[in-house]
C-alpha cells in the first residue's frame, strides 16, 4: 500500500495511483466521500479562522489516511495540521488546494 507524495497542483495535474489492500475496497467509496467533507470542513473553517476544528479534522484525516495506504493523503493532512497549530492561514490555504487536488486526481488499484 503506497502512493507518491503529490505535486503542487499546478506542477503536475496527472493521476495519483494508490495502492490499497483489497480487503478495504467496499471502504473505499465512503472513505473517499469523507475525506471530501473534510476538505469542505477545513474550507469553512478557515473562513471562519478556526484553526482548532481545522487542527482536529486534519489530525483525524492524517491518522485514517495512513491506515488505508494513502501516505500522500496523510502528508498533506499532516502539514495542514502543524499549520493549524500556528495559525498559518496562507500554508493552510495552499495545503487544502493541494489536498483537494490530490483527493480529485488519486486513481485507486487493489492489490
Do not use: W
Not at 39 to 62: L, N, S, Y
Not at 77 to 91: C, I, P
Not at 94 to 106: E, G, I, Q, W
Request: aromatic share 8%; net charge negative; hydrophobic share 45%.
Amino acid at each position: 500500500m503506497n502512493d507518491a507524495t503529490p505535486a503542487p497542483p499546478d506542477c503536475d495535474a496527472g493521476p495519483i495511483a494508490v495502492f490499497v489492500d483489497s480487503a478495504f475496497e467496499p471502504l473505499i467509496p465512503r472513505f473517499m466521500a469523507n475525506r471530501n467533507k473534510e476538505v469542505a470542513t477545513m474550507t469553512e473553517a478557515i473562513a471562519a479562522r478556526d484553526f482548532d476544528c481545522i487542527r482536529q479534522v486534519a489530525h483525524g484525516m492524517k491518522g485514517v489516511s495512513g491506515s488505508y495506504g494513502f501516505h500522500g493523503m496523510t502528508t498533506i493532512a499532516g502539514r495542514v495540521e502543524q499549520a493549524a497549530k500556528v495559525a498559518d492561514e496562507a500554508s493552510i490555504r495552499r495545503d487544502l488546494t493541494t489536498l483537494a487536488s490530490y483527493l480529485a486526481r488519486v486513481e485507486i488499484a487493489y492489490e
